[in-house]
């Protein structure tokens, strides 16, 4: 097989401010270990896919980031977007570089920042989902994650327990609907009902499949993907960049995975979090006998299930509860554990008031 790994490493991490920052955002950052989180992605992949078949795409400034820490990658994997416009557009220009390359290679799409605790259970379903994609040709694989609490935060897969296929020693269940990110309620029902699992937003395709599902399902952006392929071909980047300036900001899910079809799912069982938010932290960093997970040198009275990153300094917690208490040199977040979710909502006011200082 050929497999080609795509990483999306153009993301910014609001929820992580103010470590997460627009030059050196999350993904550019050690926060599950002492490498970056793109770092550990790519070691995942070595066992499995060479590095002169891994492909990073991201915009110019985080691309020169991605270089220095990459240096196993070829120069000419590391792909930049001419402007940001959401995973759709980002991975057609990189399915476009693969396409031109190998039009039977299995392309996989990974997100830049996510952890993964069962790196060999992974690269097995991995290698399994590839001979899959070789073996059906015509259809789009994903993995689901088998959901641990009713979450509000995620995305939904719901399958067909009943069509299933084998491949390569692995189950694939038929995928018979994408859903968004539900209320409360509704996520318990999909808990209950044994057949919805969370969107990894992990993705695997044929590159000539791609163009073949864009043109069926998402017609509105098959234009882009000729005007790509041509710019890639006549080495137009006026062209590339003419095609960013028009083509929608949407995301993969909502320009393709939601619309086409078949989508088979396999199950993603093997220790996944997106890291999303800085509570997701307190399961993955070391923690106290009440639960007080820490990076940094503390002490901590009569508190409990707290979250402290501050490397530089002590940090003294009294009496207080499930707190996150992230110190940098310019900027404190200060944040109850349940209302992690709303540190992007900072970034949005700073934005607003030209506080690009502190972005």
Same mark, same amino acid.
């Given at each position: 097989m050929d497999i080609r790994a795509v990483i999306m490493a153009g993301g910014?991490?609001?929820?992580?401010?103010?470590?997460?920052?627009? #030059?050196?955002?999350?993904?550019?950052?050690?926060?599950?270990?002492?490498?970056?989180?793109?770092?550990?992605?790519?070691f995942r992949l070595l066992p499995l896919i060479d590095p002169s078949q891994i492909y990073t795409i991201? !915009?110019?400034?985080?691309?020169n980031t991605i270089t220095k820490l990459l240096p196993q990658i070829p120069e000419e994997n590391f792909l930049a977007e001419p402007k940001g #416009? !959401?995973? +759709?557009?980002?991975?057609?220009?990189?399915?476009? $570089?693969?396409? @031109?390359?190998?039009?039977? +290679?299995?392309?996989?799409?990974?997100? +830049?920042?996510?952890?993964?605790k069962d790196a +060999? @259970?992974? @690269?097995?379903?991995?290698?399994?989902?590839?001979r899959g994609i070789s073996t059906l040709e015509d259809v789009i694989i994903t993995f689901g994650i088998p959901p641990s609490f009713p979450s509000t935060g995620y995305g939904y897969i719901q399958i067909s327990p009943q069509e299933s296929t084998e491949l390569a020693g692995e189950t694939f269940f038929a995928v018979e609907k994408f859903k968004e990110k539900p209320g409360i309620e509704q996520a318990k029902e999909f808990l209950d009902a044994g057949n919805h699992f969370w969107n990894s937003g992990m993705f695997l395709w044929q590159a000539k499949t791609f163009p073949l599902k864009l043109e069926k399902y998402s017609p509105e952006l098959?234009?882009?993907? =000729? =005007?790509?392929?041509?710019?890639?071909e006549t080495k137009q980047e006026s062209l590339l960049i003419s095609a960013f300036e028009d083509i929608p900001s949407i995301s993969i899910d909502f320009a393709l995975m939601e619309r086409?079809?078949?989508?088979?799912?396999?199950?993603g069982d093997f220790g996944w979090s997106d890291v999303g938010a800085w509570s997701s932290l307190s399961d993955l960093w070391a923690k106290d006998d009440r639960r007080n997970a820490f990076r940094g040198d503390g002490i901590f009275l009569d508190s409990a299930n707290c979250l402290v990153h501050n490397p530089d300094k002590i940090t003294a917690l009294v009496g $207080?509860?499930?707190?996150?208490? $992230?110190?940098?040199?310019?900027?404190?977040?200060v944040c109850r554990k349940d209302c992690d979710q709303q540190v992007k909502q900072v970034v949005e006011y700073l934005n607003k008031k030209g506080k690009k200082e502190h972005l």
């Open positions: 910014v991490g609001t929820r992580f401010w103010p470590l997460s920052r627009i #030059k050196k955002p999350k993904q550019f950052l050690p926060i599950i270990s002492d490498k970056t989180m793109i770092e550990e992605t790519v991201a !915009n110019r400034s985080q691309t #416009k !959401n995973t +759709a557009p980002s991975l057609m220009l990189a399915t476009a $570089v693969i396409y @031109l390359q190998n039009p039977e +290679a299995v392309v996989i799409a990974l997100p +830049a920042d996510h952890l993964i +060999a @259970l992974f @690269l097995q379903k991995l290698e399994a989902a590839g098959f234009p882009f993907w =000729k =005007k790509m392929i041509k710019a890639l086409a079809q078949p989508v088979w799912m396999c199950r $207080v509860e499930d707190l996150i208490i $992230v110190d940098t040199e310019d900027a404190l977040l």
